[in-house]
């Protein structure tokens, strides 16, 4: 009988040392990992779409840095060399702060030296291409989003009421690639490309403020390490070569405004 007894409480002892491993165990599971949701893309970047060929080009104007006027230099445009659809100043680049309002280009058709707004005013475009970011990059990043969005808008106001039927598109900033001399910065390479999508991600925001079209150009001139491909230089690191304008134009093309 005792030995009954006692193979019966070994039992239950045993029992009870399962039941408590188990319950162990269940308490100091990992928790599941929940991902983080995936933020939508934002509705002002330009879609893909059918390719709208030359005479969509033949639409617009350009205006930026450098890396857009380099589009005269570059004869890729309808009339090569001297298309007259590039604006820009006779040192062929232009700063995106509060000056931009004053600021006077050379207007192509005539010779002219007139403000952005004389010049929207008299030639009506019916597409204006903008471009700005890498000038005063380091300068933008320690002023803020803000500031960057209003100097925007200095421009943007001065083609909207001179030529209130434009359409206005506002292109990516383009990366520096790996060659690009720093001496003249304050941070690396790698930081000025990193600064670059910030000021990017400033003017997605400035376009879904003021509902404009966003293209993200410069998704198809980056390598896998987020910098300007080397093919697509021209020597200094950061203005482009002919088949990088083409590329970039191909990509208009493939992204119409509607």
Known sequence: MKAIILRLSSLSLLLAVLLWSSACRANTSLPTVQEAPTEPPSSAIVAEGKEMGEEYLDSFV????STTYHLKSRGVLRGGV???QVWGT???????DPSIA??????PETGELLTL?????RKKPERIFLCFGLNGAVQFKKRGGDYFKDCYRLLLNEIRTASPETKIVIASCFPVAENMDMSRYSVTLDELNEIIEIINGWTIKLCEEERLPYLAVSENLKDEHGRLKTEYQNGDG????REAYLAILNYLRTHAVK
């Open 90 to 96: 006779d040192g062929g680049t232009a700063m995106l």
């Open 117 to 121: 707004s004389e010049a929207a005013k």
């Open 62 to 65: 350009f205006f930026g840095e």
């Open 82 to 84: 001297n298309t007259t």
């Open 238 to 241: 950061h203005h482009l070569t």
């Open 102 to 107: 004053s600021l006077r280009i050379r207007y």
